[in-house]
C-alpha cells in the first residue's frame, strides 16, 4: 500500500499567516492528489483534487502543487473559518490511502 | 445541488452485520465512482471501499477485505455498504462520497461496535 505522510503534524498560526502543508507519497502518484479540510464535529470537504485544482466554490486562496511524490497545500491570509485539520488523499493505486492530518490552530 | 444522505448506522454487538446506505441526488450518479471513507473517534480519515460507475469494479481496504461490501443500485440512485463479523475497531463514522477524487461528502452515520 502507498504510504501517505504530512508535515507538520500540527501548527499554530495567526489570522492574516500564510501556511504551508507537506504531503509525501512512499511511491510515485503522478498527480492523484486531493486536499480535504475537515473542522470539528462536521463532514470533510474536499478542497483540491489533481493536485492542483480547486474543487467547485473553493476560494482561490487555497493552493495546491507538486506531483510525483511530495506535494504542497497553501493558505494564504488565514482567516478564522480555516482554522481545521486538513488531510492529503492519493487515488492513483488502490487501496486508496489518506495523509493521517495536519491540525491547524490559531495562536 | 449535491446531496448523499447515509443511514443505516448504530448499536450492533461484536460479529455482527449492518448494512448502510446512501441516497444520492443532484448529479449523474451512473457517472461517478463512489466511496465509503471511515473515521474512528478521535481518528483520521480512513479509505474503506470504492465501486465504479457501473458496479462492476470494487476495491477494499485491507482491514475490512473479506468482510465488507460495497455495492450501488444505479436505478435508484443508491450506495450501500454491507459490513459483516464487526470488531470493536470498525467503530466509526461512515461517510458517503461522490467519486474516487472524492469532490462530495455525506453527513456521516455513526456505526458502534460494543456488547
Known amino acids: 500500500d502507498i504510504q501517505m505522510t504530512q508535515s507538520p503534524s500540527s501548527l499554530s498560526a495567526s489570522v492574516g499567516d500564510r501556511v504551508t502543508i507537506t504531503c509525501r507519497a512512499s511511491q510515485g502518484i503522478s498527480n492523484s492528489l486531493a486536499w480535504i479540510q475537515q473542522k470539528p464535529g462536521k463532514a470533510p470537504k474536499s478542497l483540491i483534487y489533481a493536485a492542483s485544482t480547486l474543487q467547485s466554490g473553493v476560494p482561490s486562496k487555497f493552493s495546491g502543487s507538486g506531483s510525483g511524490t511530495d506535494f504542497t497545500l497553501t493558505i494564504i491570509s488565514l482567516q478564522p473559518e480555516d482554522f481545521a485539520t486538513y488531510y492529503c488523499q492519493q487515488y492513483d493505486v488502490y487501496p486508496f490511502t489518506f495523509g493521517p492530518g495536519t491540525k491547524v490552530d490559531i495562536k | 445541488e449535491v446531496q448523499l444522505l447515509e443511514s443505516g448506522g448504530g448499536l450492533v454487538q461484536p460479529g455482527g452485520s449492518l448494512r448502510l446506505s446512501c441516497a444520492a441526488s443532484?448529479?449523474?450518479?451512473?457517472?461517478?465512482?463512489m466511496t465509503w471513507v471511515r473515521q474512528a473517534p478521535g481518528k483520521g480519515l480512513e479509505w474503506v471501499s470504492g465501486i465504479s460507475g457501473s458496479g462492476v469494479d470494487t476495491n477494499y481496504a485491507d482491514s475490512v477485505k473479506g468482510r465488507f461490501t460495497i455495492s450501488r443500485d444505479n436505478s435508484k440512485s443508491t450506495l450501500s455498504l454491507q459490513m459483516n463479523s464487526l470488531r470493536a475497531e470498525d467503530t466509526a463514522v461512515y461517510y458517503c462520497a461522490k467519486g474516487s477524487a472524492v469532490g462530495d461528502w455525506g453527513q456521516g452515520t455513526l456505526v458502534t461496535v460494543s456488547s
Open positions: 443532484g448529479f449523474t450518479f451512473t457517472s461517478y465512482a
